[in-house]
């Protein structure tokens, strides 16, 4: 479920980038920025590394972005399950039926809102708009490292050979 809830929810946001290309993504590729890009990294609704990225940019502290990252990671194994407890209460099921696609999105999106909302507030961060521009912020910088994995994997570094 919580595969075809990611590829579902960002397959606007990834439209230029083949969503099968995700599958091909199965080794560790390191990034420009340090980054480590895995499938498994991908798939999180909260990469801890993206995370403190945006709340460190932000200027929030070391160790408040820490925290609150940690807990965010934590958290993603929740939000798969509070989104398909939300479509459930609905007739038809938007993850049942594809022609409601925009309606699952919108569960998603308001979803993922409450949880990294709540969890910003109780590490104090309780401005909205900060909340919601933190969460723009982090959304599309897992676009991004999105698109530069696939990029880096289709196209890998080749190693030099030294030459004798």
């Not at 991908?42 to 820490?66: D, G, I, R, W, Y």
């Not at 038809?92 to 993922?112: C, G, H, M, V, W």
């Not at 910088?141 to 880096?152: D, Q």
Request: charged share 25%; glycine share 2%.
């Amino acid at each position: 479920m919580k595969d075809m809830l990611y590829c579902l929810c960002c397959a606007a946001t990834f439209s230029m980038v083949g969503l099968s290309d995700l599958y091909a993504v199965t080794t560790e590729v390191v990034l420009s920025n340090s980054m480590k890009c895995t499938k498994e990294e991908l798939m999180t609704f909260f990469p801890q590394q993206v995370v403190e990225s945006v709340l460190l940019k932000a200027h929030l502290s070391k160790e408040q972005a820490e925290a609150i990252s940690k807990e965010l990671a934590q958290k993603d194994r929740e939000l798969a399950k509070l989104v398909e407890e939300k479509a459930a209460k609905v007739d038809p099921n938007p993850f049942k039926d594809l022609s409601q696609r925009d309606l699952a999105i919108r569960i998603y999106r308001e979803t993922l809102y409450e949880v990294f909302a709540k969890v910003l507030k109780s590490h104090g961060v309780t401005n909205e708009d900060q909340i919601q521009t933190l969460l723009d912020e982090m959304q599309a910088a897992k676009s991004e490292l999105f698109i530069e994995c696939i990029r880096k994997q289709q196209h890998p570094t080749k190693p030099s050979i030294p030459s004798s």
